[in-house]
């Protein structure tokens, strides 16, 4: 990853609100999500919501019931000594009077019936149809009932019971609006209080879930830089406790992924340099060696029967040995990028149609080619297609094809043979350096790997499909019609273009 491209993903990770969206790769805008925090915060409300709804809703019930228990047991008691104090008294007068000592003491409304149905109430607008249905028959000397009643939307307890001796039912409203509207009070508050923790607790948790998860964003973001090219990137010193042991492990595994990135990178240095090295030397004595080989092939003929094997097999490995370092020299300059990439508006098919002209084949190949227009490099597309024919005639015989077509908005080069197909297991290494496969009968296994570098400079992708028996298909796309303003996939603009190194 280049040194810009990084400061262009640190640059986007600023200055969002804690949600660190980053470039990825292909250019997108990626944001990070935060569905742990939010589920932390949820679980935290929700833990508190419960805790506290069950606290209060238990708190009323029971202050419910106590308020309602201690108001029947008053009722019933103060019931009992009106009672005994009516106990004898039948006259309307004197029970008019017991009323109003009932109601100045106790603040009860009081009702009695007598024989023949005769009705007595503290209040003009009490009557017999105010008695709840349970209270309207017979009734236990001294014992008391009780039952519940709402008077013209006035809630009362009614303690209902009669006299010793005595025929006169007594009925004594208590009333309920003072208890159940300190219940109705206590109730609202309870509810304004539970709705309170339950948002001071989103806060909190909102809070100690951010707090909380610092170390562990911190941690996703240094693994978000390392994996984007920044191995120099490691956490502060934590704490002593788990979030500081994660620190320390991580530190440790990127020190380790370093040193091992250094070495294969150092070793991978050494391997292109050896190879550029060693091609070049061997440049020298194999022209020598190529010309004599040509001279001796010349004269083949003229050997004694006995030397014309050994010279033909010679003068094969010979052009065998310089094909092979004239690879090694290709690869080499691939890998140090010292031939920039000049990206042009070509026609395709008859560029294809050209290279394979001009090329010399054991075999006839045949072409199906559509008049496409692409941008992108000459020389690439033509060491491309060059090794792709080359490869398909080695080890697919007389049958091959290559074919020009379109495939929606990019152009497809499709290189096909009927040779015996690649295994499965062999396609995956297909593309690398000095690996041959199975059905390989001659080659040093470069040509595929330098398809692939090119393939890389023009921002082409590789496909290969192979069925034992039935022959193999490799395909080049690139784009086609492409916009106004053609830019290098690498970043480069458009250079002019080198001569081919073969």
Do not use: C
Request: glycine share 8%; charged share 25%.
């Amino acid at each position: 990853m280049k040194a810009e491209d990084r400061r262009d993903v640190k640059r986007h990770g600023e200055g969002t609100g804690g949600r660190w969206p980053w470039r990825h790769r292909d250019g997108a805008l990626v944001t990070l999500p935060n569905r742990f925090r939010r589920r932390l915060t949820i679980a935290f409300v929700a833990v508190a919501g419960v805790a506290s709804g069950v606290l209060a809703g238990s708190t009323y019930l029971v202050s419910r019931h106590y308020r309602l228990s201690t108001l029947t047991e008053r009722a019933e008691r103060q019931a009992r000594v009106n009672l005994a104090l009516t106990t004898g008294r039948d006259n309307p007068a004197e029970l008019d009077q017991l009323f109003n000592v009932y109601r100045e003491l106790g603040g009860v409304e009081s009702m009695a019936i007598g024989r023949g149905g005769t009705v007595r109430s503290s209040l003009p607008s009490l009557g017999p149809e105010d008695i709840p249905a349970n209270l309207r028959g017979d009734l236990p000397d001294i014992e008391v009932i009780t039952a519940d009643a709402v008077v013209r939307d006035y809630p009362y307890l009614v303690v209902a019971g009669r006299p010793r001796g005595s025929s006169v039912k007594l009925y004594f409203f208590f009333s309920r609006h003072g208890v159940l509207e300190s219940l109705t009070t206590m109730r609202t508050g309870l509810l304004v209080g539970w709705v309170a923790i339950i948002g001071l607790a989103a806060l909190v948790g909102r809070a100690v879930a951010r707090t909380t998860l610092l170390p562990v964003r911190a941690t996703a973001e240094a693994a978000r830089n390392i994996a984007e090219g920044l191995l120099s990137t490691r956490l502060p010193p934590g704490t002593d406790d788990e979030f500081g042991a994660l620190a320390s492990y991580f530190n440790r595994m990127a020190d380790e992924l370093q040193q091992q990135i250094a070495a294969l990178s150092e070793a991978r240095d050494r391997e292109k340099r050896f190879t550029a090295f060693a091609a070049h030397e061997l440049r020298t004595p194999l022209t020598a060696m190529s010309t004599a080989a040509s001279l001796l092939e010349e004269d083949l003929g003229e050997l004694p029967e006995r030397a014309r094997r050994p010279a033909a097999l010679l003068v094969s490995d010979v052009t065998r040995l310089r094909q092979l370092v004239l690879d090694l020299l290709e690869l080499g300059r691939l890998d140090s990028a010292v031939d920039d990439v000049e990206f042009e508006r070509l026609e395709l098919g008859g560029l294809v149609a050209e290279v394979l002209n001009a090329a010399r084949w054991e075999v006839d190949v045949g072409v199906d080619l559509a008049s496409l227009e692409v941008v992108s490099d000459a020389w690439s597309l033509e060491r491309i297609l060059l090794n792709l024919v080359a490869n398909a005639v080695r080890h697919g015989g007389r049958a091959v094809e290559v074919r020009v077509r379109p495939a929606g908005a990019r152009a497809v080069i499709e290189v096909r043979d009927g040779g015996p197909g690649i295994p499965e297991e062999d396609i995956l290494r297909l593309f690398d350096r000095f690996y041959t496969s199975n059905r390989a009968t001659a080659g040093s296994g470069l040509g595929l790997a330098i398809v692939r570098e090119h393939a890389d400079r023009i921002g082409a992708t590789l496909d290969v499909r192979s069925l034992e028996g039935a022959g193999t298909t490799v395909t080049l796309s690139l784009p086609l019609l492409p916009e106004e303003t053609i830019a290098a996939p690498n970043g480069h603009g458009a250079h002019r273009r080198r001569s081919s190194a073969t």
